[in-house]
């Protein structure tokens, strides 16, 4: 018995190094692997972001006749509304070179634009190659709010173990958020705020010195109460 647990102490004591060499050398294998540090996006604004693209408005104005007819009209305005809304620096008309009646419209819609608040400067009158019945193109270049098309789900959402979000949530949210933005130029840089009102600002001040009301006073009807409104 003696000389079997003596036996099995030599081993021990022989077998000590090369575990502890073992060991080192799993520790700096561990630590000297590289970290994973490869950010995964999981809200829904880094899965679907939205950006500002650059596109063209084109409108295309009949040259039939001479005379724009009231939706014609109409349409001139509400390009030309479009065009003073996002600021467009430059608004394209092109008439064709092949006909006297495109030089006519040509005309009524340069100046339907300028009633409409378009300055003559604005306006970039030019030629293309096109007959008698080509219309009179318009266009101007502003900025769009877009993001990546919806409708992934390649993934079994009855088969997720991860706690993630899927690859299609919110993706509806981005395109609507988009779709509403009255100014995609937001999307990159915010607005300078606009001054205050300096006689508003002495009112106020007058008012907290004197410990009275800073509120602004509102109408009788806004005051109704809901019980009012309802009979």
């Not at 081993?11 to 692997?33: I, K, N, R």
């Not at 993630?164 to 988009?178: D, I, M, V």
Request: hydrophobic share 35%.
């Amino acid at each position: 018995m003696n000389k079997f647990v003596s036996k099995s102490r030599s081993a021990m004591h022989t077998l000590a190094p090369a575990v502890a060499l073992l060991a080192l050398t799993a520790c700096q294998h561990q630590m000297s692997g590289g970290v994973d540090d490869v950010y995964m996006p999981q809200m829904h604004y880094e899965n679907h972001p939205i950006e500002v693209a650059k596109g063209t408005v084109k409108l295309q104005v009949p040259t039939r006749s001479a005379k724009l007819t009231t939706k014609e009209q109409n349409a001139v305005r509400q390009f030309a509304h479009q065009a003073n809304e996002t600021d467009a620096s430059k608004v394209h008309v092109r008439r064709p070179a092949g006909g006297m009646v495109g030089n006519a419209v040509a005309a009524k819609v340069a100046q339907l634009l300028e009633r409409e608040g378009i300055s003559p400067h604005r306006i970039k009158h030019s030629s293309y190659k096109g007959g008698a019945r080509s219309p009179v193109l318009m266009s101007f270049t502003r900025k769009f709010a877009v993001t990546a098309e919806c409708g992934d789900w390649s993934e079994n959402l009855s088969e997720t173990y991860s706690n993630q979000n899927y690859k299609n949530f919110g993706c509806s949210g981005q395109h609507n958020l988009a779709a509403m933005v009255a100014n995609p130029e937001d999307f990159e840089a915010p607005r300078t705020s606009t001054s205050a009102s300096a006689s508003r600002r002495n009112e106020v001040f007058k008012k907290y010195i004197g410990g009275e009301d800073t509120t602004a006073a509102q109408a009788s009807q806004a005051q109704a109460k809901a019980s009012d409104v309802a009979q």
